[in-house]
Structures are given as structure tokens and as C-alpha cells.
């Protein structure tokens, strides 16, 4: 009787898996948990992370990064040894807040801004919304009389899925920022505007590469040396 049981709870357990493959099920709970709709934004950030904007030595820089904290973790002076840097990455930030924080940075008279966000803003931000928030940047800059250069968006890995419960659904955030980068892509390319592929160097299959990453999102000392190279060859292109 116990191995009949057994056996029927297997058949059933493999019915029930067949069932969900078959109805696409594990892609409509990820769109009912992450509804694709514009999420509310609380930009009011601590002191400790917004008082940079108020510092006086960020009057007259060559180079303004701006970002998340993967802007954030770069220790961009010491990377591309320099001293006229500003790094504007701010932990956990979205492009709206992003976009928000542009304020602080007019008339800086920076010569150019690498640009990147959007990971914290996916799944739970419709596409548009975030390449729509990427354009207001870029314009921005140009209305600064600098030069945008677009960072596109780097996919995770598998084990940001065991430090961040959001990113469990790690293939279809990467599906996302596929679509999104393809798009941003396009958009630099008919405007003439720089963008950077770091998926090109650190990523595999569309998959950010466990050597390059400390928990499936953020990025090891080799990743940032990967990023500085790219980031260099466009300063001297530029002649910055």
C-alpha cells in the first residue's frame, strides 16, 4: 500500500509539473508578483548617501558617473587614475530618482557622464518607463554641453537569486534587460550618442559570469577593470 501511494504521489507530482510547463504558470506568477506597472518612488534619501551633491569639490569636474551602486562601488579616481572625478552612484537608486537628482547637477561643466541604472528598477517598471527615464538623462547632458555615453544595462546571474529574493526570476529580469538594451542600442545609434557593452566582456548566454560578480549583481575587482577598459577607450577617443 505505501509503495502504491508512493508511486501515485510521484505520477501526480509530475502530472502537476507537466500541467504548469504546459499553461506557462511559473510566467504568470512572476507578472502577478512583479506586476509590470509603474511602482510609487520614495526618493527621500538618508543624508549620509544625498550630502555629496553639497560638497564643494564637486565644482569642476572632467568626468561625472552617475548610477547605482554599481557607480557607487567603483573606486573610479584610483581606476582611471584621475583626480577630476565625480561619482554619483547611489546604492538601491531607480532611474526616476535618478532623474530627480539632476537638479544637483547642472553647471558642473563636466565634459562627459557615463550614465547607468535601471537593474533596481526591473521587474517592477514597465520597459518604456526606464528607456523613456534613460533619454531624459541623455538630454540632460547634452543641454549641459557633454557628452552622454550610455552604460547598457548588465545582466545577473543565477546566484543573485540566493542573496535577493526579487531576483529568483533572474531569467526573466534578464529577458527585460535584453529587450531594454537592445532598445537603448538602437536609440544611441540614430542619435550618434556612446553607449558601453559590459555584457560583452563579462557575460556568457546572457548571464553576468561568476567571476566577475560578488552575488550575481554586483561586480568583482575583475569586472571593474573590465568596465575601466571601456570606459578608457572612450576617454581617449574623446580626448579627456
Known amino acids: 500500500m505505501k509503495n502504491a501511494l508512493k508511486y501515485i504521489n510521484i505520477i501526480t507530482l509530475i502530472l502537476l509539473i507537466l500541467i504548469a510547463i504546459e499553461y506557462n504558470i511559473p510566467q504568470k506568477v512572476y507578472k502577478k508578483v512583479f506586476s509590470e506597472k509603474q511602482t510609487s518612488l520614495d526618493c527621500n534619501y538618508s543624508l549620509d548617501q544625498f550630502d555629496f551633491h553639497f560638497r564643494a569639490e564637486s565644482d569642476s569636474p572632467k568626468i561625472i558617473m552617475l548610477g547605482n551602486s554599481l557607480i557607487r562601488g567603483g573606486d573610479w579616481d584610483s581606476l582611471l587614475n584621475r583626480k577630476d572625478i565625480l561619482n554619483r552612484g547611489i546604492s538601491g537608486d531607480r532611474m526616476g ?35 523613456n527615464q534613460y533619454k531624459t538623462i541623455v538630454d540632460f547632458v547634452k543641454n549641459e554641453n557633454a557628452i552622454p555615453v550610455i ?8 546566484k543573485a537569486g540566493e542573496f535577493y529574493p526579487a531576483r529568483t526570476f533572474y531569467k526573466q529580469i534578464n529577458q527585460s534587460i535584453k529587450i531594454l538594451n537592445k532598445m537603448l542600442v538602437q536609440y544611441a545609434s540614430e542619435n550618434k550618442i556612446h553607449y558601453i557593452d559590459l555584457n560583452s566582456v563579462v557575460s556568457k548566454n546572457d548571464l553576468l559570469q561568476d ?18 577598459e571601456l570606459i578608457n577607450a572612450l576617454l581617449i577617443k574623446n580626448k579627456i
Open 211 to 228: 567571476e566577475y560578480t560578488t552575488d550575481g549583481v554586483h561586480l568583482t575587482p575583475e569586472g571593474y577593470q573590465k568596465w575601466t
Open 151 to 158: 552604460s547598457l544595462i548588465v545582466y545577473i546571474s543565477p
Open 97 to 131: 530618482c535618478i532623474c530627480e537628482r539632476l537638479t544637483y547637477l547642472s553647471n558642473k561643466k563636466a565634459k562627459i557622464w557615463f550614465i547607468e541604472g535601471g537593474i533596481n528598477d526591473l521587474p517592477a517598471t514597465k520597459i518604456d518607463s526606464i528607456f
